[in-house]
């Protein structure tokens, strides 16, 4: 299946491997990734290849990922490199966000008012306020909510 021209048969080979994964397939999923960046090839490299691996070759993923694909690859690299989700802040800062919520982690409200600032109008806004909350920043969610009737008469 995974070496189908096809999209469908590659298709059931990942959801194969997903349900039955073994590292013996490392090697073909990485050919696989090369030639054809299919999302659910990439669905397994994130889940099931090691953080070496992802950290050697995040650049080269993040291009073709979505946006919970991103957090899912952060939330893996921070198990072993917990210094990488630096790299994240700069990428896509909501995204930074929650995954220091899904690794216990907070930010300063120095940084968390910059990223509100910067995200205002972003449609994950909501994300990034549940995130916020789960940090226990209060005062910035009674800031934002405190400014929202401006925003909205503007």
Not at 26 to 55: G, M, R, S, T
Not at 104 to 114: C, L, Q
Not at 126 to 140: E, N, P, R, V
Request: net charge positive; with cysteine.
């Amino acid at each position: 299946f995974l070496t189908s021209k096809s999209y469908r048969n590659r298709d059931r080979g990942y959801k194969k491997l997903n349900k039955n994964w073994n590292s013996k397939y490392q090697e073909q999923i990485e050919q696989v990734w090369i030639k054809f960046h299919d999302n659910k090839c990439l669905d397994l490299i994130i889940n099931y290849f090691p953080a070496e691996f992802l950290y050697n070759n995040h650049m080269d993923l993040i291009p073709y990922a979505e946006s919970y694909q991103i957090s899912r690859l952060f939330i893996n690299l921070s198990k072993e490199r917990p210094h990488a989700i630096g790299i994240l802040k700069k990428i896509d800062p909501i995204s930074y966000a929650y995954v220091l919520v899904k690794i216990n982690k907070t930010i300063s409200n120095k940084d968390a008012r910059e990223i509100l600032k910067e995200k205002m109008k972003d449609e994950k806004i909501g994300l990034l306020l549940w995130c916020f909350g789960k940090m226990g920043k209060w005062d910035i969610l009674v800031d934002y909510i405190e400014k929202l009737p401006q925003r909205v008469h503007k």
